[in-house]
């Protein structure tokens, strides 16, 4: 057992479903309060420094949170982490004002990184992801997901998806793997993006299934990648096959991606930059997460997307990282906090929803964890801080204190 006492604040969320409109502020805030941990699971929490006689709790491990703040873990619903290669020659052309599909169409981008990818083995794949993960765990995030798309063919995308599966059994990270064969299309498919989108569904797609290597099926919708048409065949293919369907949609044009994830109850719709009126009511009415990812717009200098505007909107929002090699190479949840307090003008308490149980939600975990509520993981966080406008507020530094994950300290 664990007993971790003399928290500060208890800041957390409520909930198994994602929280849309005004309940996406309601977090509950316990004073002076304590949590117990039994099992790997939260057993008893209280406030107003109500506690059991000590004596019941003398085999447990205790912590003293001195009068910390005290939050559920974080979760990062985006991500890229297996990968190889990095990416830092193509500032220069960004600098130069080439644009995303610009260097795409020249070679490079995703299909640079998919060159990398292909020349390592799983083990190294594994051990330079390993690496990523440990990174994770000390910035207070405790479940993420992480997408392949830069194998795109059977061999190299079953490599990246076993990866995530290792991680998941290995390391204290919850790993939820995404399929997202469909990143770009590989130069063998070089204009021949329904054929690509065939081979997905008929050559790749078993053997996910097969291997049970993912839980989701991810698309990028986008001017120059795939259109809808081919989006929408291969996101209903994959729900044959049991995966659940995600979407990267309007990170550069509003081209039908979120409608499409209204139409299909997309469990999430991601990056969703240039999303429009008609976009964001469509995920309204498909129940649809937005998975928002400032880190990017601020690192590709884009705008920002509507999060007030879809907030209000009733849709739920989540914040998330997109770490990857090239157009968000930072892993650091806490900055996507920073720049969702500034650029997306939302409060402390909706960006803790949207990094706690929003996001965990987003890749089907909110029954599990998100929330620090009995009966859930024991996944906190104890911060250097004394509530979560601090966390907001202050950027650069990290301000995890302490990171438990499933009752461990880690």
């Known amino acids: 057992m664990l007993l971790v006492k003399n928290i500060g604040i208890l800041q957390s969320p409520v909930g198994t479903h994602s929280l849309s409109g005004k309940e996406q502020a309601k977090n509950i805030k316990l004073h002076n309060a304590a949590v117990i941990v039994d099992g790997g699971v939260i057993s008893k929490i209280f406030a107003d420094g109500e506690l059991p006689e000590t004596s019941a709790f003398s085999h447990c491990t205790v912590i003293d949170a001195e009068g910390r703040l005290v939050t559920p873990g974080l979760v990062d619903c985006h991500t890229h982490l297996v990968f190889g290669g990095w990416r830092q020659g193509e500032v220069h052309s960004k600098l130069r004002g080439d644009s995303y599909l610009d260097i795409l169409k020249l ?10 990818t292909r020349k390592l083995s799983e083990d190294e794949l594994y051990e330079r992801s390993k690496g990523f993960v440990e990174e994770m765990l000390a910035l207070g995030v405790t479940t993420l997901e992480s997408k392949s798309g830069y194998g795109l063919n059977l061999d190299d995308e079953l490599k990246q998806l076993k990866v995530n599966k290792r991680l998941n059994e290995n390391t204290p990270m919850d790993v939820v793997s995404t399929f997202l064969g469909a990143h770009a299309v590989p130069t063998e498919y070089d204009g021949m993006a ?8 008929e050559v790749v797609l078993p053997e996910v299934k097969r291997q049970r290597l993912a839980e989701f099926c991810d698309v990028f919708c986008e001017d120059g990648v795939f259109n809808v ?3 929408r065949k291969l996101l209903l293919c994959a729900q044959k096959f049991g995966l659940k369907s995600k979407i990267h949609a309007d990170e550069i044009e509003a081209i039908g991606g979120t409608e499409l994830a209204g139409e299909l109850k997309a469990v999430s719709a991601e990056h969703l930059i240039a999303t429009d009126k008609k976009g964001i009511e469509s995920l309204s009415r498909g129940g649809v997460t937005a998975a928002l990812l400032p880190a990017t717009s601020f690192y590709l200098n884009k705008n920002y997307a509507k999060a007030r505007k879809m907030i209000e909107s009733g849709v739920p929002v989540a914040i998330a990282s997109d770490f990857n090699p090239g157009s968000c190479p930072s892993l650091n949840l806490q900055l996507a906090i920073n720049l ?13 929803t949207a990094v706690t149980l929003n996001a965990a939600c987003a890749i089907g975990r909110g029954e599990s964890t998100g929330s620090v509520e009995v009966g859930k993981k024991a ?3 104890i911060w250097n ?13 990290n301000q995890v204190k302490t990171v438990i994950k499933n009752g461990e300290i880690v």
Do not use: W
């Open 107 to 116: 070679g490079g981008g995703i299909l640079d990184t998919v060159r990398n």
């Open 194 to 201: 329904d054929e690509y989108i065939d081979y997905i569904c």
């Open 229 to 231: 048409e081919q989006s």
């Open 340 to 352: 969702g307090y500034i650029k997306y003008r939302m409060y402390p308490e909706e960006i803790l």
């Open 379 to 381: 996944d906190l966080v």
């Open 385 to 397: 801080a004394p509530d979560f406008e601090t966390v907001c507020y202050r950027f650069g530094t």
